[in-house]
């Protein structure tokens, strides 16, 4: 069947974006964040600078492509979870897939160059603190949504700080075992059962907080 005007319009917009997402990332990882303009970026990739703001609204959004999924990842992690299994252990699979997913596509071990450009700039480190806010804040309007708590409308945003605060934890721990230069497998080794204990210790903490002690 003839592709669809439609369809060749979205696939052209997404190569699009691509090739400006990628430009972009080559001149940050060879310049520095700070140091690169969006002007820069659209010569790099041959578009107008009109255009990388049709697909980026701002530079950060540049250098943090594709962070939808990242924000999404625990609130579709415990939306999605099998019969029985916990919040913790639902957050824990999720952090872990995404480890996975990066070590799929060969991301992981070329995380280094990413995180000291991110770890040099102020305006990125805010940015990403903000994705962050963002991201517990879903998760707690979706435990309120899956698992309310009559009576106790902090539980949700409890849980969800206490999840934020191990992922950053779990987070910190990654980065700096890529920066010391270790292998991909041996980090997704390392994470898994850091990342259960510490998750497990979400749901203890949960099940104190319930127990009114």
């Known amino acids: 069947m003839a592709e669809t005007t439609t369809g060749r319009r979205d696939r052209k917009k997404q190569q699009t974006r691509q090739a400006i997402g990628a ?3 080559r001149l940050f990882l060879a310049r520095g964040f700070d140091a690169v303009t969006v002007a820069d970026v ?23 492509q594709e962070r939808a999924d990242f924000v999404a990842l625990p609130s579709t992690a415990v939306r999605d979870r099998r019969p029985g299994e916990s919040v913790a252990q ?3 699979d999720g952090y872990l897939r995404l480890l996975d ?3 799929a596509v060969g991301l992981l071990p070329q995380s280094v160059e990413y ?3 991110l770890d040099a700039s102020p305006a990125l480190r805010g940015r990403e603190l903000e994705l962050r806010r963002e991201r517990e804040e879903l998760l707690a309007a979706t435990l309120a949504e899956r698992e309310p708590t009559p009576g106790d409308p902090l539980r949700p945003r409890l849980v969800a700080a206490l999840a934020s605060a191990v992922d950053r934890v779990l ?4 980065r700096r075992l890529l920066v010391a230069g270790e292998p ?16 497990g210790a979400l749901d203890a903490a949960a099940a104190h907080w319930d127990s009114g002690a």
């Open 23 to 25: 430009a972009a990332m």
């Open 42 to 64: 659209a010569r790099e990739a041959d578009v107008a600078v009109q255009t990388v703001f049709n697909h980026f609204p701002t530079k950060e959004d540049l250098f943090l």
């Open 90 to 92: 639902a957050l824990a």
């Open 101 to 103: 997913g990066y070590q």
């Open 115 to 117: 995180l000291r450009a």
């Open 171 to 174: 987070d910190q721990e990654a």
């Open 184 to 199: 991909a497998d041996s980090i997704r080794a390392a994470m898994t059962p850091l990342a259960r204990r510490l998750f």
